[in-house]
């Protein structure tokens, strides 16, 4: 069965193919408007009839058709023919990014490459180079991709592994209580290698347990060392180390507690077994609390159908409210992002009367009138003053020009962050974990700007995002930068993605005070009114 991931990937790749052999134009933009769309949601497209697809928002019937030929069939006949005349290697090299369609198509018939070795190969032979519509520019930026593509090969998603690993410890709890995820995904790390899964009972058959999509790694041991064995197999070699672990008694432990206090350290939540930052506090037992989903009491930084939701404002703000949050902060995109059907002002105004009238049905829950500003390339927001002071709130996120270097990248997110309507900085970097690396900033002048500026620091909670990387948020928290736990929802299942963000924030020792949605309703009001002053 196919995913709705799945199936936007697949008509991404469909709308790719057709430009590739230089189909209808306007056809191919129908199709990557959809799969952008779809991308962004993750609404269950299977079991839905041609007529119920189309009811949809976007769908046209043509379209429908074509989802419906993938929840059926997997693939669609059009996809098929289209492949059958493609080489593979052609068609990997569309997923280099930077190369669009038209230049795969250049370099296929112009220079006879049919493979990203070829194309390799090729940069650095500097053949690119005089290639109309090339240059050395976008040769070094070719090959800087593909290695950034190659290096990521075989690694995975957490929100991806947990969903193949999860099932697999839910059936062998049908068996022992000892069992849990161990290594990286104890730890909650961004990207997943192979899933360790320890086993505190040596009598049962693991052979049936595997998966086709992953490496898992079992790890089986008895009752008596489970829980010494959870903690060492869930560390970092420096964490080990620095705990002095190898001096640890020979004995039968009850828990992961009981380790730690065995080796007179302060107890280490699993997110923050790295050997970092954590060591010097466990030793002193000066070790925070750490936040909690549950702490978080506003989703800040969401999407409706105003701009590239899949849901209503309606919709969302009920859902947020049954979720047992107290506001929500709609921040759909602004004018400049009309790849996401950005808000013009009229539009804007629209919404606010709508929101007026959710908020006395809705009381005492509230939704606050926020916008995602594009960072424009200047570094100005993406709407006159006289309308920026009119938001209750602003994220200002860069979308755009993301190929800059980096002193004129912090020149531009410095701009913006000096401006006095900017409330918080949404996802610094603009990385996909997988996709791209992001933006090239210099985080220390970044951080510094925001805590001169009083501007709140988003932790993008999108797993393809977790963006400010946690390894600068101990940094945040020195400077007194608060953080935002915002889950980007673009439809309703998004709001769930904030567990991510919260196992990101934990990495980060990130405690409830130093969180902007963790006030409450009341906080979260005197915040933005002592901000406007």
Same mark, same amino acid.
């Given at each position: ?27 191919? *933009?129908?199709?990557?408007?959809? +799969?952008? @769309?779809? /991308?962004?949601?993750? &609404? =269950?497209?299977?079991? $839905? ?105 075989? *690694?995975?998603?957490?929100?991806? +592994?947990? @969903?193949? /690993?999860?099932?697999? &410890? =839910?059936?062998?709890? $049908? ?105 010097? *506090? ?6 925070? @609390? ?124 410095? @701009? ?118």
């Amino acid at each position: 069965m196919m995913t709705t991931e799945d199936i936007a990937d697949a008509l991404e790749v469909t709308a790719k193919l057709m430009e590739l052999h230089n189909e209808n134009p306007f056809k191919v *933009k129908a199709i990557a408007s959809a +799969a952008y @769309k779809l /991308g962004k949601t993750r &609404i =269950d497209l299977n079991n $839905q009839t041609v007529e119920e697809l189309s009811k949809i928002e976007g769908i046209s019937k043509s379209l429908a058709e074509k989802i419906y030929e993938f929840t059926t069939a997997g693939v669609t006949n059009e996809l098929k023919e289209l492949s059958s005349k493609t080489p593979l290697g052609v068609i990997d090299m569309l997923g280099i990014k930077g190369l669009g369609p038209k230049k795969v198509r250049q370099l296929w018939v112009e220079l006879e490459l049919e493979s990203v070795t070829d194309l390799l190969y090729a940069c650095h032979e500097n053949r690119l180079v005089e290639l109309k519509g090339f240059g050395e520019k976008t040769q070094n930026a070719v090959i800087q991709n593909i290695e950034f593509k190659l290096s990521n090969t075989g *690694k995975f998603h957490f929100a991806y +592994a947990e @969903k193949i /690993g999860q099932p697999i &410890i =839910d059936a062998i709890k $049908q068996h022992t209580d000892l069992v849990s995820f161990t290594g990286a995904m104890y730890r909650k790390c961004e990207i997943i290698d192979e899933i360790d899964i320890l086993v505190g009972d040596e009598s049962i058959d693991l052979d049936d347990y595997g998966s086709e999509h992953i490496p898992i790694n079992f790890i089986q041991v008895s009752e008596a060392v489970y829980y010494k064995t959870l903690v060492e197999t869930s560390s970092t070699k420096e964490h080990l180390e620095g705990i002095n672990f190898s001096v640890l008694d020979i004995k039968k432990y009850t828990n992961e507690a009981s380790v730690y206090a065995n080796l007179n350290v302060q107890y280490c939540e699993p997110e923050i077994r790295e050997g970092l930052f954590e060591l010097e *506090k466990a030793k002193n037992h000066t070790l925070p @609390k750490l936040i909690e989903l549950t702490d978080l009491k506003g989703i800040l930084h969401n999407h409706s159908t105003y701009s590239d939701g899949m849901n209503t404002l309606e919709e969302m703000a009920v859902y947020c409210k049954q979720l047992g949050y107290e506001y929500l902060g709609i921040c759909d995109h602004s004018q400049t992002a009309v790849y996401a059907d950005g808000l013009k002002v009229e539009a804007v105004l629209q919404q606010r009367d709508e929101i007026e009238k959710l908020n006395k049905e809705l009381f005492p829950f509230k939704i606050f009138k926020g916008i995602e500003s594009d960072i424009l390339s200047n570094g100005d927001l993406d709407y006159e003053e006289s309308m920026l002071k009119t938001f209750d709130f602003i994220v200002a996120s860069v979308h755009a020009n993301l190929k800059m270097d980096e002193a004129k990248a912090n020149a531009r997110l410095i @701009k913006a962050i000096e401006n006095p309507y900017t409330t918080i900085l949404g996802h610094p970097t603009g990385r996909l974990l997988l996709g791209r690396p992001g933006y090239p900033i210099d985080h220390k002048k970044i951080i510094d700007a925001c805590a001169a500026n009083k501007v709140v620091i988003e932790l993008n909670a999108h797993p393809y995002r977790l963006d400010i990387d946690w390894h600068w948020i101990p940094y945040c928290l020195e400077k007194g930068v608060m953080i935002s736990i915002n889950p980007d929802a673009h439809q309703l299942r998004g709001y769930h993605d904030m567990r991510y963000g919260t196992f990101t924030a934990r990495k980060g020792m990130l405690t409830k005070d130093m969180c902007l949605n963790a006030l409450d309703l009341s906080g979260f009001e005197t915040f933005l009114k002592n901000y406007k002053k």
